[in-house]
């Protein structure tokens, strides 16, 4: 079974103490090197084991090898065909398809997009578990980051919480609009008389959302949206809030006579590469029923 082992040079602004290269240059937290200590890992200085004692200079070389993770015993791996729009040692980008729920539920516990993953990672023989960066509710399609490790999910999380990740969403929405651009400010909750049903509330946590006009869809109309923050069914709620409801989404009042499921697709992501050092960008191309919908899309930077 593969271990995930990094390997680094020093540089002359991070020679000092190994723990304080490790964790204010690269930013492997505390628990994160308690578990290399003592859960099966190794700190490597040039080759030879050492401690967060040891000083490091200009030029050596450093190598963490990262604990054996356990996998999930509550998941059943499932041999589930995955769209791979990207992959490297840390990170795993697919593209979703509708009807596939991120993670198993008390709704749908056999058949995940987490399970499929696990499957793939016994194949190639990757010791990890799922580490979702980001999540879908089980009817949109697209673009989700997978952490590979939990050093890399620590560090996409990082960003996550930094609104450092862009992500563009597409959606079919119902009605036209008379401004081009618009932002919805509108605080969301749980709705007391439903399990899984969100509502716009007072009392709810923030939450806001960007849309920009793309083009019409006879009477309904087809939109960009961007997220700030991301709260569960945020973009459903506030396009049904403002009177928008997303096509097939009968959850939330939208029309069910155009497609089968919410018009919703996780569309552009650009972030930046923690290992690589370099920004990135991906577009998940449309599944069949949304390429119908909402016919070529051009993708702009």
């Known amino acids: 079974m593969t271990t995930f082992v990094i390997k680094w040079m020093v540089k002359e602004h991070e020679a000092g103490l190994l723990r304080e290269f490790l964790r204010v240059h690269k930013k492997i937290s505390k628990s994160a090197l308690a578990d290399i200590k003592f859960a099966g890992g190794e700190l490597l200085v040039n080759g030879e084991p050492s401690t967060v004692r040891k000083s490091v200079v200009t030029g050596d070389e450093i190598s963490v090898r990262f604990p054996p993770e356990e996998i999930s015993s509550s998941m059943t791996p499932l041999l589930i065909p995955l769209d791979i729009l990207f992959e490297d ?106 399990l899984v049903e969100r509502m716009v509330s007072e009392h709810g946590q923030v939450a806001v959302t960007h849309f920009e006009l793309l083009k019409e869809l006879g009477q309904n109309s087809l939109v960009a949206l961007q997220l700030e923050t991301g709260r569960t069914h945020q973009i459903r709620v506030h396009m049904s809030h403002i009177g928008h409801p997303l096509l097939g989404d009968d959850l939330y009042g939208g029309p069910i006579d155009v497609i089968g499921r919410q018009a919703l697709h996780s569309w552009k992501v650009s972030f930046y590469h923690p290992f ?21 899309i051009e993708a702009e930077d």
């Open 89 to 194: 040692d840390h990170l795993l980008i697919v593209n979703k398809p509708p009807g596939l729920p991120t993670i198993p539920s008390r709704y749908q516990s056999y058949g995940s997009l987490a399970q499929a993953v696990l499957y793939y990672y016994e194949e190639k023989e990757i010791q990890s578990t799922f580490h979702a960066i980001n999540r879908l509710d089980k009817d949109t399609s697209g673009l989700v980051m997978i952490a590979k490790h939990r050093f890399a999910h620590s560090l996409f999380s990082i960003q996550q919480r930094n609104k450092e990740i862009k992500r563009t969403y597409l959606a079919g929405v119902s009605g036209t609009f008379n401004e081009k651009k618009g932002t919805i400010s509108a605080n969301i909750a749980r709705n007391p008389e439903s």
């Open 276 to 296: 690589e050092e370099k920004e990135m960008a991906l577009i998940a191309p449309l599944p069949e029923d949304l390429s119908r919908l909402f016919g070529h």
